[in-house]
């Protein structure tokens, strides 16, 4: 009598999928080239929308948008600004939205969970590379604002609003700064994201969901009746940015911003990475 040997089974590897891999199945997406393409080609776009305006440059003004024209500082800090809002959140929706929801429209989920790789080393290598893209993109969209804005009014640094004016080497530090700042706004559309990429087979239907909401909130914001209550709310901070394009500098909307995402990632995140661990993938 003979024992049946037992063939042992795949059991996940730890290394399968390195996040350098994920980063290029991305970029190979055309919703994440078009989001990432958005934010690189804006400065352009406002140039020309300058060209077509036909606004003379002004140096004195009581926001960025009078200034954007007075220096290559000015226009980059202007281009930052119009960037905020809803732009900036539809990127991230589209990159965080597209995780799980693109692969399962595709049919490629279940080939890459048969790598083997862990759900959740999955979901976490995923979102690693959609926040890795979204901040390159905003790197690379102020970098070529400066740029642009350079060529276009010269090298002299941002006039603030009813301030000082900076000289290049303080406004790219400025630039910077409020570029680093600006995925604290965002943590909350990325922590939706990925809930709702894990919900939905469609990524579409998951970036609009992070779309309504932030249109939803950013209403309620301005519904003064409802006081402290906004301070709740996912969007009330997303312009915290804009504290390093102005005079003084007030750290406390940043900080807020911050402590506002992660609450968001902490409670959004546990549960999209339990559903997604406990979801059924046969398709």
Do not use: C
């Not at 390195?18 to 970029?27: F, K, S």
């Not at 929706?93 to 959740?120: C, H, M, N, Q, W």
């Amino acid at each position: 009598m003979t024992a049946e040997v037992e063939a042992p089974r795949a059991r996940p590897r730890r290394a399968a999928l390195p996040v350098h891999v994920e980063l290029v199945r991305q970029l190979g997406q055309w919703r994440v080239q078009v989001a990432v393409g958005v934010l690189l080609v804006l400065p352009l776009v406002v140039r020309i929308a300058f060209l077509l305006g036909g606004a003379e440059p002004s140096r004195t003004g009581g926001d960025l948008g009078a200034l954007a024209q007075s220096s290559g500082g000015g226009f980059a800090a202007f281009v930052l600004l119009v960037s905020g809002g809803y732009l900036v959140t539809i990127v991230a929706a589209v990159l965080f939205g597209d995780l799980i929801a693109g692969e399962a429209s595709r049919s490629t989920l279940k080939y890459l969970l048969a790598i083997p790789v862990p759900r959740l080393r999955l979901l976490g290598v995923k979102a690693l590379a959609a926040a890795l893209i979204l901040v390159a993109g905003l790197a690379g969209m102020a970098a070529i604002a400066l740029l642009v804005g350079v060529l276009s009014y010269g090298p002299g640094g941002m006039q603030v609003p009813n301030g000082p004016r900076l000289d290049l080497g303080q406004t790219v530090a400025r630039l910077a700064l409020a570029t680093a700042v600006t995925p604290f706004g965002l943590l909350w559309a990325a922590a939706l994201g990925l809930l709702l990429t894990v919900l939905t087979d469609s990524p579409l239907a998951a970036a609009g969901g992070v779309v309504v909401v932030a249109i939803v909130t950013s209403t309620l914001d301005q519904v003064a009746a409802l006081k402290d209550f906004r301070l709740w709310l996912p969007t009330h901070y997303a312009f915290a940015y804009q504290q390093f394009l102005l005079q003084p500098i007030d750290l406390r909307p940043v900080a807020d911003a911050l402590v506002n995402g992660l609450l968001w990632v902490l409670v959004l995140g546990p549960v999209a990475a339990w559903w997604f661990h406990r979801k059924d993938i046969s398709g």
